[in-house]
């Protein structure tokens, strides 16, 4: 019953955000996963704006 629901989940690409740091700097990455696979991945740098 559950791999029914989860292939009902994989008809539809949901949306993905992760924010996470590098060396200091921080980033936000946005992507889509359908049928456990990425794409339409976007990543942006975050302004730091305490300095």
Known sequence: ???IGFYLKQ???FT???KY??????????WKQWFCK????KTYEL?????
């Open 38 to 41: 990425p794409f339409n991945v």
């Open 16 to 18: 993905y955000t992760t």
């Open 21 to 30: 740091r590098v060396d200091g700097k921080g980033y936000v990455s946005i």
């Open 1 to 3: 019953m559950k791999k």
């Open 11 to 13: 008809l539809f690409p």
């Open 47 to 51: 302004a730091d704006i305490y300095h």
